[in-house]
């Protein structure tokens, strides 16, 4: 079965963009209550409904009938986006052609019939991105907010996805932050009058360099809405990427980026990118590797356990992707090299913690006399796991970065996504 033709497109984008309209206006009167900030907020996907602050905000008027609007914008605007990016009318789940009566009687439809039936069969499903086959348990802990890295760098476009795959499985908002690459120490100091000797160009000249951050930006809202992202907004600071990174992560609970690629060092803006913002930002971040495959994450995760106050950090950040998993492997290299950094069973304190979140692990202690990291990332293939969760190491001094052995190793080489804390 093909698409609809683009007549029949036409006809129903034109629908699509009139159901908009009203659906828009409709909110709009709903929301005259509300303070506008959070009007536009709710309206522009920016704001959930189902954050306590947001409800104190909207006492008075109807949560029910306002969640039901707004998930039907959502739907509708993220049809819109398939729409220019050229995928509407295709299965977000199998790729298959979306039946054009389908098409008609709900145009802002993400699957076809066969995956809708099988979704409503397994809720525990997540579209658009299916979970393993699992007991689905309650979850006390998720991502609301994952901010992540926005260039036109093949790094980036990987991290990107990843993080639009985090953000559909957890319902999550998503904020693309794209840097101009002015640093805002020139702009603010007086040391450089315009046209200075040793300023090769003006800061008022630079307007090229926030058309390139834009640009990059609206490649990722592009890729957030055939993705099938619900809720996300772009941002664009005036710094290096990697301040603007740390300074937004206090208002997320994930930051991903990607790993540089050291054949085509020219083609990354920041190749100590992932080093710089896992030693600064407050928030975990997940690296995403630049070449493998990704097909998904968090089905089979390996957890590296050295009972560091890094490591304590990265699990407890890690535990909504661990409450998914089929498979978590608790790694721990050489354990008595470290008075009292285990209990009398090294693992066993933490495998009893996770169990209390519903997390069963499995324990496997070596030693060994080689490089840790090497031997990590060699456990990981071992266990086929397509996650590992690992403290970070490390410390800056003018701008250099000095990072502990194992972090630099998995730094390196990994080939899988890495879940970092410092």
Sequence with gaps: MNPPPSAELDQLADRL????????GQLRRHLAQAPAWLAAALLEHRAMLDDPGVARQLRGCDMVLLAEELTALRRIDGACARLAAGTYG?????GAAVAPE?????????TCLACQEDFERHPHRRLPLPQPPMTRRKQTMSYKTILVQADKSQPAARAIEMAAQLAVAFEAHLVGVASSGINRFIQQS??????APGMPIEV??????RERADLALGDFAAAAGRLGVQSHEKRCVDDELDVGLALHARYAD????????PDHAGATPAPGLAQQVMLHAPRPVLVTPHSGRMARIGHKVMVAWDGSLEATRAVTAAIPLLQRAAKVTLAIFNPYAHHQ?????PGADLALYLARH???VEVERRDTPFDVGNELLTLASDVDADLMVMGGYGHTRFREVALGGVTRTILGAMSLPVLMAH
Excluded: K, M, Y
Excluded at 17 to 24: E, K, N, S, T
């Design 17 to 24: 963009h009139r159901l908009r309209a009203a659906l828009d």
């Design 90 to 94: 295709r299965c977000v789940s199998c």
């Design 102 to 110: 389908r098409l008609r009687v709900q145009p802002a439809a993400l």
């Design 190 to 195: 007086s040391l450089f009058p315009p046209g």
């Design 204 to 209: 008022g000249d630079l307007g090229f360099l």
């Design 254 to 261: 994930l930051v991903v980026v990607g790993q540089a690629d």
């Design 341 to 345: 950094a285990h209990g009398e069973q």
């Design 358 to 360: 519903g997390i069963t």
